[in-house]
């Protein structure tokens, strides 16, 4: 650890060490306040150093899917916490003001990238000549810090969602007619934005739950909230009123739609496959009623789950040898589709490479050995990779090398610029039994 940095941590820990039961209640309020400013200021130095490095490319360079990806895995933090840094390091370094504002402690990081987002919605050349300024935007300028120096006398009192209402105010306030144009263009902007950043995401809470969060634009989400709305309504049935929290309600209504869907059989394929639930079940543990379930997406089920997708669902079903992986299939056909597919995924679990958290749906099925070459398409032959990784082993200059190991599941050699040894890596990520 760097030796201010190393100093500053020893005095927080000091800080830290010492009990808090004797202290007033104003020495708790004075002391989060101060590690707020510490905090902030220690945010601020972060996003520096990931702007920094992205202007260096290293996160391309040690094979990262992507800047997110690579703090994800250097800080373990997840991948909002990753977003807001870069989001951080890219406003303070565009707007030195709020960078000095936020060394200061007059704002901390929240706010900066509020007060950023607004200021960067006021153009300065562009309006130049529509408005008789000067051909350098002096007037749109000096709008630019009108505004921030504003914002930062409010930041003092407001958080940043009310920040970011009071900065479009301000701007109404000082220039009506900039405010109308700019409202019109910011709708019209945040419209194909909100469309180029469409996505839904599924991640596990660690609580035995899943997720669910993504982004449409408005026009999606009004298409959404119509098919839902409809069966989200609460109901009384014998039971007595409809227990169940709006949200609840909203829950089920999407498990029905999806549920519907699945069943009309009108799906494309998927993978080389129809559409279809695919649960692993040890067969013995199924015949005594305990069975545990692991659907293709690495997430377990409980016995009584199971059973009950056993019942109702279209399952695909596995034969497994001794060390609990699928048969091979021979050298018959030259892709991974069907049950070849399925084969290699239920024993990798998503993608292999080490350090990757891909599910087997993202997956692509690569051939250790090449087709071309007498590879055949089997579970001994295949690899399951996402596509990001899957080029990288077909990249010769990268120098990642696959094989499987003594206990046929595969093993990654680095480049002898990362490890001389070139030390087999495995992937911690998913559970192979």
Same mark, same amino acid.
């Not at 929240?110 to 990238?113: E, S």
């Given at each position: 650890?760097?030796?201010?940095?190393?100093?500053?941590?020893?005095? +927080?820990?000091?800080?830290?060490?010492?009990?808090?039961? =004797?202290?007033?209640? *104003?020495?708790?309020?004075?002391?989060?306040?101060?590690?707020?400013? &510490?905090?902030?200021?220690t945010?601020?130095v972060?996003?520096?150093?990931?702007?920094?490095?992205?202007?260096?490319d290293l996160?391309?360079?040690l094979? #990262?899917?992507?800047? +997110?990806?690579?703090?994800?895995?250097?800080?373990?933090?997840?991948?909002?916490?990753? !977003?807001?840094?870069?989001t951080?390091?890219d406003?303070?370094?565009? /707007?030195? %003001?709020?960078?000095?504002a936020v060394?200061?402690?007059?704002?901390?990081p929240?706010?900066?990238?509020t007060?950023g987002?607004?200021?960067?919605?006021?153009? %300065?050349?562009? &309006?130049?000549?529509?408005?008789?300024?000067?051909?350098?935007?002096?007037? $749109?300028?000096?709008? +630019?810090?009108?505004? *921030?120096?504003? @914002? @930062?006398?409010?930041?003092?009192?407001?958080?940043?969602?009310?920040?970011?209402?009071l900065?479009? /105010?301000?701007?109404?306030?000082?220039?009506?007619?900039?405010?109308?144009?700019?409202? !019109?263009?910011?709708?019209?902007?945040?419209e194909?934005?909100?469309?180029?950043?469409?996505?839904?995401?599924?991640?596990?809470?660690?609580?035995?739950?899943?997720?669910i969060?993504?982004?449409l634009?408005?026009?999606?989400?009004?298409?959404?909230s119509?098919?839902?709305?409809?069966?989200?309504?609460?109901?009384?049935?014998?039971?007595?009123p409809?227990?169940?929290?709006?949200a #609840?309600?909203?829950a $089920?209504?999407?498990?029905?739609i999806?549920?519907?869907?699945?069943?009309?059989?009108?799906?494309?394929?998927s993978?080389?496959?129809?559409?279809?639930?695919t649960?692993t079940?040890?067969?013995?543990?199924?015949?005594?009623?305990?069975a545990?379930?692991?659907?293709?997406?690495?997430?377990?089920?409980?016995?009584?789950?199971?059973r009950?997708?056993?019942c109702?669902?279209?399952?695909?079903?596995?034969?497994? $040898?001794?060390?609990?992986?699928?048969?091979?299939?021979?050298?018959s056909r030259?892709?991974?589709?069907?049950?070849?597919?399925?084969?290699?995924? &239920?024993?990798?679990?998503?993608?292999?490479?080490?350090?990757?958290?891909?599910?087997?749906?993202?997956? *692509?099925i690569?051939?250790?050995?090449?087709?071309?070459?007498?590879?055949?398409t089997?579970?001994?032959n295949?690899?399951?990779?996402?596509?990001?990784h899957?080029?990288?082993?077909?990249?010769?200059?990268? =120098?990642?090398?696959?094989?499987?190991?003594?206990?046929?599941?595969? *093993?990654?050699?680095p480049?002898?610029?990362?490890?001389?040894?070139?030390?087999?890596? /495995?992937?911690?990520?998913?559970?192979?039994r």
């Open positions: 650890m760097d030796g201010a940095i190393g100093d500053a941590a020893a005095a +927080v820990g000091a800080f830290a060490s010492r009990p808090l039961f =004797g202290r007033s209640d *104003e020495q708790l309020c004075t002391a989060l306040v101060d590690l707020q400013a &510490l905090s902030s200021l945010t601020a972060m996003a520096a150093i990931v702007h920094e490095a992205v202007g260096r996160p391309k360079r094979n #990262a899917v992507s800047t +997110v990806g690579w703090l994800r895995d250097l800080l373990h933090i997840s991948p909002h916490d990753a !977003r807001q840094l870069v951080l390091g406003v303070l370094d565009s /707007r030195p %003001v709020l960078a000095d060394a200061c402690g007059v704002v901390n929240g706010q900066a990238v007060i987002r607004i200021l960067h919605e006021i153009p %300065v050349p562009d &309006l130049a000549s529509d408005r008789g300024a000067d051909p350098a935007g002096g007037d $749109d300028v000096d709008l +630019v810090h009108r505004v *921030e120096s504003t @914002l @930062l006398g409010y930041a003092s009192r407001f958080e940043p969602a009310l920040l970011h209402q900065g479009q /105010r301000v701007l109404a306030h000082l220039d009506p007619e900039l405010y109308d144009r700019r409202l !019109r263009e910011r709708l019209e902007r945040e194909r934005r909100a469309r180029s950043r469409r996505g839904l995401t599924l991640s596990s809470d660690g609580l035995g739950g899943i997720r969060s993504g982004l634009d408005v026009a999606g989400a009004a298409i959404v119509a098919a839902l709305e409809p069966l989200s309504a609460p109901h009384r049935g014998a039971d007595g409809d227990a169940r929290s709006a #609840a309600r909203r $089920d209504a999407l498990l029905d999806c549920q519907h869907t699945l069943t009309c059989d009108r799906l494309p394929d993978g080389g496959g129809a559409a279809q639930l649960i079940i040890d067969w013995d543990a199924l015949r005594r009623d305990v545990i379930g692991q659907l293709d997406t690495g997430a377990l089920l409980t016995a009584e789950t199971t009950r997708l056993a109702t669902a279209q399952l695909l079903p596995a034969v497994l $040898d001794g060390h609990s992986v699928p048969i091979d299939l021979g050298r030259r892709l991974f589709t069907g049950a070849a597919r399925h084969a290699v995924l &239920l024993r990798d679990g998503g993608c292999a490479f080490p350090g990757s958290d891909k599910p087997p749906r993202w997956a *692509e690569h051939h250790i050995v090449a087709w071309q070459h007498g590879g055949p089997n579970r001994d295949g690899v399951a990779l996402c596509r990001h899957h080029r990288l082993i077909h990249h010769e200059s990268a =120098g990642w090398t696959v094989r499987l190991g003594p206990d046929k599941k595969p *093993e990654f050699l480049p002898t610029h990362l490890d001389p040894h070139r030390t087999p890596q /495995r992937n911690p990520y998913h559970d192979r």
